[in-house]
């Protein structure tokens, strides 16, 4: 997983795609997460197929996050049946192009934080020009800070 993604590509702030995990261009945005107990900063996949924001369980300790402390949820994935970790009484702090938000401690087995439409999309007009492998988020309420 690339932990920086590329800056904005043109002034109207694109930003081209980061090859991830698989190998390929994939919509990956740089985010930080802060929680009770510390922060961490990586790239994160902008997951149109994602109802919610899901972190790698393997960031839990990074964050102050014990698993005791959450409750499993069962979902269903493109991979099939899934687990979700929720802390429901913990949230977190995400920061996505210079926004910062509260989101729901969610975790999953995921190696890549998944940012869903629940959070990001209902913050950001995204859009995404997979021709061209790049896309735009920009914040609804009429700022456009710069992609650092």
Not at 2 to 18: F, I, K, L, R, T
């Amino acid at each position: 997983m690339a932990s920086v993604a590329a800056e904005a590509s043109d002034d109207d702030g694109w930003q081209d795609y980061v090859v991830g995990s698989s190998g390929e261009p994939e919509p990956i945005v740089n985010i930080r997460v802060t929680g009770p107990g510390g922060s961490h900063t990586d790239g994160a996949l902008v997951d149109s197929g994602a109802e919610v924001t899901a972190f790698p369980e393997k960031w839990m300790p990074f964050l102050g996050i014990n698993k005791t402390d959450c409750v499993p949820q069962y979902l269903d994935t493109a991979d099939g049946d899934g687990k979700l970790w929720v802390c429901e009484k913990v949230m977190l702090d995400l920061t996505v192009v210079g926004v910062t938000f509260p989101v729901e401690a969610a975790f999953s087995g995921t190696s890549v934080a998944l940012l869903g439409r629940d959070d990001l999309f209902a913050r950001f007009r995204i859009t995404f020009e997979h021709w061209d492998k790049r896309m735009r988020l920009e914040p609804y309420d009429g700022s456009s800070p710069s992609l650092s």
